[in-house]
């Protein structure tokens, strides 16, 4: 791929009309809509629907499928949510994804198409508003237009977008007499809650929320923008782990991207789910707390006689806390060896062979719950630590 100029200042006047009169034509259509006469409620369904398949295809679809290569699927589903993605007008497959994957491999730097360093309205929809001087080589979604179904959508893709994203839901409610609601509030008011809600994980979760796995860069987990947008809003998790199926990693984390690839998965739809072991998520957590609080004593004008004591309380923990799950680890790897290890029945060592397993197990379950007693007594020095930051501050 040619080197990444920074954007000159041409303006995009397509992208800018599109995205400033489609919330117009969006609010007051409804508002008129809602005066002439009561909406019907198969329309409200229809939008909210419309709006949830064409939001999942591009959190399941264009961003954790084709971005990322997070899971595999089988081409029908492939194909479904491509269309539906179209249907959410963010561009083709292939553009999304190019400029997704420029935005992981460049985060915060000038060649990150939508940098929050260049500001907030910049992240959320001013970077469409700039000819990309970039010429689109593609280079680095080689992988996806190898995909004739891909390489399809992005043909046709101006055609395609506008039959899912008006045509379709408009036709839909001619069912119940409604054209003008299915394409005004199922196509033009969806599409514009779609896109805001998307932009919002350029913006807003590079602006507002927690840095819990990674303090260098600027992506951040926020449940309000999770919420409304399928689980993307775990962002911090993301950008450290991309390779991730999951965004939210915890059962109570809203995630439906997740449980929508997880269900596939079950109906045989889906395969090769890559997720982080939960031993390298923890390491992380623990090193970016350990960071963040420091830099605030720092900040708080802690010095070093009172940071010190601390720091010798906690080092021995955070050790402990490193070893075991380095341990655990090699253990995991050793069992599964042993365990793909193909023994013959009539083997002598048929018993030994178990009695290595279980030996592995107790282990492991052993340096679990020492790791367990690390991580309380780690929470116990957060506390300690946050309490020399409230004296200070
Ligand atoms: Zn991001
Ligand atoms: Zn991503």
Same mark, same amino acid.
């Given at each position: ?45 229809? $939008? ?8 999942? =295809? ?7 499928? *084709? =971005? ?31 400029? !997704? ?19 907030? @309205?910049?992240? !959320? ?26 390489? @399809? ?10 039959? +899912? ?8 409610? %001619? ?15 969806? +599409?514009?809650?779609?896109?805001? *809600? %998307?932009?919002?994980?350029? =913006? ?7 840095? %819990?796995?990674?303090?260098?860069? =600027? ?50 739809? $889906? ?6 072991? %939960? ?20 900040? $708080? ?11 010798? +309380? ?13 341990? +655990? ?34 282990? *492991?379950? $052993? ?27």
């Amino acid at each position: 791929m040619k080197t990444l100029p920074v954007s000159k200042k041409q303006l995009n006047w397509i992208n800018i009309i599109f995205f400033s009169l489609l919330p117009v034509i969006a609010l007051t259509g409804t508002v008129l809509l809602c005066t002439l006469k009561p909406i019907c409620w198969a329309t409200w369904i229809l $939008a909210g629907t419309y709006m949830t398949i064409t939001g999942l =295809s591009i959190t399941a679809g264009y961003h954790r499928l *084709f =971005s990322h290569k997070s899971y595999q699927t089988v081409w029908p589903v492939r194909l479904v949510l491509l269309l539906f993605g179209a249907g959410a007008f963010q561009g083709s497959a292939l553009e999304w994804c190019s400029d !997704h994957r420029n935005h992981h491999r460049y985060t915060d730097t000038d060649s990150d198409p939508y940098s929050i360093k260049k500001g907030f @309205w910049h992240a !959320h929809i001013g970077w469409l508003f700039r000819l990309d001087t970039r010429a689109y080589d593609f280079a680095n979604v080689e992988d996806l237009h190898a995909d004739k179904l891909i390489a @399809w959508q992005h043909k046709h893709y101006l055609k395609i977008a506008i039959f +899912m994203g008006f045509l379709l839901p408009a036709g839909i409610a %001619t069912l119940w007499g409604d054209p003008l609601g299915g394409l005004i509030i199922a196509g033009a008011l969806r +599409m514009t809650l779609n896109h805001h *809600f %998307t932009f919002a994980i350029n =913006s807003i979760a590079h602006t507002f929320g927690k840095r %819990t796995y990674s303090h260098e860069q =600027s992506a951040r987990d926020n449940w309000f923008t999770a919420l409304v947008t399928y689980g993307e809003g775990f962002h911090n998790f993301h950008h450290q782990f991309p390779i991730d199926y999951r965004n939210g990693i915890r059962p109570y984390h809203f995630d439906p991207t997740k449980w929508l690839i997880k269900t596939l998965s079950w109906c045989q739809l $889906a395969s090769d789910l890559k997720s982080v072991s %939960t031993h390298r998520i923890i390491r992380y957590r623990v090193q970016t707390e350990e960071f963040q609080l420091i830099s605030r004593l720092t900040q $708080a004008g802690a010095n070093q006689l009172q940071v010190n004591p601390l720091q010798s +309380m906690t080092k021995p923990i955070l050790d402990n806390i490193y070893q075991a799950l380095k341990r +655990m680890d090699a253990l995991e790897k050793e069992y599964l060896a042993v365990l793909k290890q193909k023994y013959d029945k009539h083997h002598p060592s048929k018993n030994a062979y178990y009695i290595q397993l279980k030996s592995y197990k107790a282990q *492991f379950k $052993a340096t679990q719950q020492n790791l367990k007693n690390y991580l309380q007594a780690w929470k116990k020095a957060l506390k300690a630590y946050n309490q020399l930051n409230t004296n200070l501050s």
